[in-house]
């Protein structure tokens, strides 16, 4: 079995910053890419951020030159740092990871964490 858990979440004002932490853990064989997501209310589930294994990173222009996606391989965690928060960032965020377990290690497969929720308020 395989948990991705979702932590740092909470209230902030504009302009703040939080930091997110999703830590997976179980039979894990490999992790692939890790990726951040966001949903806001009546929203489709969008991508944030995503990082591959060897640490190339991609994001959202809405996020671009404010939030910095990280990851730790040793402790199959990946961070997703935010700063100058906006109102518009308020959602719950995801993350997912494509990762490969020891029972199926020749295939890799999409796992998600339950979600955090940030709110961004004055």
């Known amino acids: 079995q395989v948990q991705l858990v979702e932590s740092g979440g909470g209230l902030v004002q504009p302009g703040g910053s939080l930091r997110l932490s999703c830590a997976a853990s179980?039979?894990?064989?490999?992790?692939?890419?890790m990726d951040w997501y966001r949903q806001a209310p009546g929203k489709q589930r969008e991508l944030v951020a995503t990082i591959s294994r060897y640490g190339s990173t991609n994001y959202a222009d809405s996020v671009k030159g404010r939030f910095t996606i990280s990851r730790d391989n040793a402790k199959n965690t990946v961070y997703l740092q935010m700063n100058s928060l906006k109102l518009e960032d308020t959602a719950v965020y995801y993350c997912?990871?494509?990762?490969?377990?020891?029972?199926?290690?020749?295939?890799?497969?999409?796992?998600w964490g339950q979600g955090t929720q940030v709110t961004v308020s004055s």
């Open positions: 997912r990871a494509d990762l490969r377990t020891y029972s199926a290690s020749y295939r890799s497969d999409g796992y």
């Open positions: 179980g039979s894990i064989f490999s992790i692939d890419d």
